[in-house]
């Protein structure tokens, strides 16, 4: 188990639970990759590689009597440059002459107990469990003199690998990366079908399935963050595989700037992965000594289908990305004002929204945007992080004193990362902000990006924000990001360092979060970019949420969630009850689905509750009740996904059960209504086959239309014992639903 070196076949091993990956060093010390996947035993890996003369193979000058070893054909840990391998490459690397080469040879390894860290990055930790080892192997370019740092962090129980790597300059010239990938990984045989997570804004994360093409297939951000649009998430899996069955690959990248994860099929069939920072207007110059370091990726590989995937990442994101007290505290059901006022409120609104709130069991309010600066749309103040006292006579002190005299806690919304071109701050610091010389900013949200590359502006911008949270009893921050990166120039790098801009704001990004998650470690922390639009791994070693979408339409939302689920567990997303008609989509739902779509996250409500009639806040009370007495199944129990979108378009169901398989509560929403409708069958999962379950509840919400034949019979039910195994694959026929958008909650318990 572990890592091991076997030095006289030359191998590298590193063992999971039930995976293995291997690395060999070739007759020139090239570091081949040999296998990852489902755990095998001992075997020479190499000689499933046999010599074959490729034409327009080229071979290296010391193999140019032996045709058949070519580096465009061999499966490669982390490519070279320019020297042979034609196929997706992760190096460019540049000398002073104008030359790009580079070619590794094998110089050193090392193996440590315990995770490595990388520095100004974040990366998946082992504080808990104490289990990961670390391999570091070092190559080296002879000519350039830079060497390559291959790192791999082994978790062997939570059956992940993680890999980085670290480009050092021990040459004497400086050198200019032009692309710096983190990883390459060579799947050598199998036939593929490639599942990414695309969107846009207000509809992130739906999941696509395509079989792989003979071609390279991108999904990539240059938005200077992780992206509404494609998510930093990329699974391959066999052309069989399904939620139960099947092998699959995971490769998630732990950052949250422009990202980029190639897959290519090559001339034999191979499949490449290669991923890591977008290298669109990226270079990075390297002086002697000096080094880089690219990011994470965080790789799973199962062959038990898509949901034994989604499981590792879950626990592995909730155990080893997240940290602090929050990973598995119970966290606050919240009430948001955003929906209830946008920029339109006073002290006095606020409190009465929390005096309703508090009066039916919410635990927390969060001031939304407009507190500060000049703030009454989203043109002007951002930056400015002063209170309004227009708005908060008194500042935030007599607020949240009256807040937490209801017995709630109070949160804040914050957009550091941007300023307003109508605020104090971008008056006293136009040069703060990403501009291009002469060119007139590209405007989005009438907002610009400040240079967070710049350590003047992460120091103010620490100064801010720790003032704002050191003096007011503040016990959770939304932490916004509401545009995307253009005119990308930093007032203080020097022409030939423009490329490092974009990269050297996340540097930026990330320390900010570090020192202020270091320094408050009770605040929790949410993230937000207009929604999901930098819902990434990255991200989640600060936020232990990130707001999933500004979509707050319930229906929308199981789409959403159901792509986001693929490799981000429930507890990451951010959910909420919000008022109807919807206003994104204008469409209504029953306030309890809303509820049941907002409990597959972290759970909150964004509306105004005193605007609802005494029986919706009955229920508002009754959902409350109902999460608290079901969170940490919820919360921090396995999940499954029952159905697909894609596939299943009457409803869709989804459950929860806890490790111990002792209790599962199964959520369906009826999506789409029929006539003389088929019967709403679910097949539980997850269960313990021969142990026996009660239905002990099955709670229909919202189902206005006149019950049709089968209600009466499917609520027989309740009470009733089943063995696991019945459950699972004989099923279970839940109430006959209709009308609009109607759900049911069955909740089982071991007998
Ligand atoms: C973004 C967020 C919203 C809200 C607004 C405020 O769009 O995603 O939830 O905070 O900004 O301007």
Redesign the pocket.
Known sequence: MGIQFDAAARTFTLSTRSTTYQMGLDHLDRLLHLYYGPAIGQGDLAAMYPPADRGFSPNHNADRERRGISPDVLPQEYTGCNTGDFRLSCLVVREENGAAGAEWRYASHSIQKGKYALTGLPAAHDEENDEAESLCIRMEDSVTGLALELLYGVFERQDIITRAARLVNGGSQTLRLEKAASMCLDLPFGRWDMIHFHGRHAMERRMERTPLMNAIQTVSSTRGASSHHHNPFVILCDRKANEEHGLCYGVMPVYSGSHRTDVEVDQNGLTRIVSGIHDERFSWQLAPGEAFTAPEVILACTENGLTALSQQYHRFIRHNVCRGEFRFARRPVLINN?EATYFDFDSDAIVRIAEKAAALGVEMLVL??GWFGKRND?NSGLGDWFVNEQKLPGGLSPLIERVNALGMKFGI?VEPEMVSEDSDLYRAHPDWALTLPGRAPVMSRNQMVLDMGRPDVVDYLTERLTDLLANNPIAYV?W?M?RNMTDVYSRVLPADRQGEAAHRYMLGVYKLLETLTTRFPHVLFEG?A??GGRFDAGMLAYFTQI?CS?DTDAIERLVIQHGTSFGYPVSSMGAHVSACPNHQTGRTTPLWTRAVAAMAGTFGYELDLNKLSDEEAAQVKEQIAFFDKHYQLIQNGLYYRLTDPTEEERYAAWQFVDEEQGETLVNLVLTHPEANARPLHVWLRGLAPDALYRVESLDIHGCHAAPQAGLDLAMEGVGKVYSGSTLMRAGYTLPQLAGDYPSVQMYVKRV
């Open positions: 955003w939304d945007d989203d919304w939304k916004d509401n937000c207009g929604g707001w500004d």
